[in-house]
């Protein structure tokens, strides 16, 4: 019988134990005996009262949380490392990501695609499809920073196009500069592209282009990540029946040598919906993260309701959307389940 027992602040084990006989009964002779067989083979012979004795036997020892052992094992062998899994948003986590992945390689990040502020919003509003910022942010951060792994793709993948503050957005200048940017991007002359080894160059440049090629004339490419926009691009190459956010993140979480595994809690395009107690309705969940990607001020009545919506619907009915069996399996296999820092609503 194992049980824990906590004493003086430490958690210690005991066990009982009783000791094994190495004797053994035969049915054809008499029960009230016990017969065991020596080296050179002479059957010997003991009443049973002889044997029918056990001693109990406690087992102590010290465990201190966290176990400097293990993290030190942990740290020398990352991939070796426990299943940590978090259900997050995108950047709250992300500081505490780049420790992570020093101490283990098979943390799974469930990530809410549901963002409608900053980058994410402009290419939710011209494709309609998912959030990918949050999701790009995650492998940002858990990409190998080491020799071993692409750091000209994870800076690529993490740069953004010059913001036009105070610019109208639909000066011709200013906006001619930056599709012309993208095109030096596309065609590999950006020294950010040209610093990518081939065979990984072609890939950059292959979804970056079918982003342009998808790109509506008057899509405003101020401020846009370059990383979000190759999600994008590989996203949108499927027929419409048949994309796949999780094989286009797939492929980049192999090419920029991500240290765990980063996965969209839903495929579908859906948007938070929040009904405040004072009886404010706000569509979008950048109006709930405070002083978030929005901008806005804080939310100034406490959060009655919040329900999934697919932006085009005029019901108040939510969304139905299930988890896929992956998914499932990743949390029913996972060491260790964290609901981390990071806005209770929207991560």
């Not at 999701?135 to 196009?161: K, Q, W």
């Not at 500069?177 to 080894?197: C, T």
């Not at 029946?241 to 809690?265: A, C, H, M, N, Q």
Request: hydrophobic letters at 35%.
């Amino acid at each position: 019988m194992t049980y824990w027992k906590a004493s003086d602040g430490q958690k210690r084990i005991e066990q009982q134990k009783c000791r094994p006989q190495s004797v053994y009964s035969s049915p054809a002779t008499d029960s009230n005996m016990i017969f065991k067989q020596d080296r050179r083979g002479r059957h010997l012979s003991w009443p049973h009262a002889a044997f029918d004795t056990t001693t109990t036997i406690t087992i102590s020892r010290v465990a201190r949380i966290p176990d400097p052992i293990r993290i030190e094992r942990f740290r020398r062998a990352p991939e070796l490392g426990p299943s940590v899994l978090f259900f997050t948003g995108g950047t709250a986590l992300r500081l505490l990501s780049r420790v992570i992945k020093l101490y283990t390689h098979n943390s799974v990040h469930l990530v809410t695609p549901f963002d409608s502020g900053g980058s994410s919003a402009k290419l939710r509003d011209a494709f309609n499809i998912p959030a990918v910022g949050d999701l790009r942010n995650r492998i940002v951060a858990l990409a190998d920073e080491s020799v071993r792994g692409n750091p000209e793709i994870a800076t690529l993948f993490a740069y953004r196009l010059p913001q036009n503050d105070g610019v109208d957005e639909s000066d011709d200048d200013s906006s001619n500069n930056l599709r012309k940017e993208l095109d030096d991007l596309v065609s590999g002359h950006h020294p950010l592209v040209s610093a990518v080894p081939v065979p990984l160059r072609d890939i950059v440049r292959t979804h970056l282009r079918l982003f342009r090629d998808a790109m509506p004339s008057d899509f405003d490419l101020s401020g846009a990540n370059l990383g979000n926009l190759m999600i994008a691009g590989g996203y949108l190459s499927y027929p419409s029946e048949e994309r796949d956010l999780e094989s286009v993140l797939f492929l980049f979480t192999k090419l920029l040598e991500v240290r765990g595994v980063v996965r969209p809690t839903v495929q579908s395009n859906l948007h938070l919906k929040a009904t405040l107690e004072d009886g404010t309705v706000l569509h979008g969940q950048h109006h709930l993260t405070q002083g978030g990607k929005g901008g806005g001020s804080p939310i100034s009545s406490p959060v009655k309701d919040l329900r999934l919506m697919c932006r085009s619907s005029t019901s108040n009915n939510p969304s139905v959307c299930e988890i896929g069996e992956d998914l499932c399996s990743d949390i029913m296999q996972a060491d260790l389940i964290v609901y981390p820092m990071g806005s209770f609503y929207t991560s």
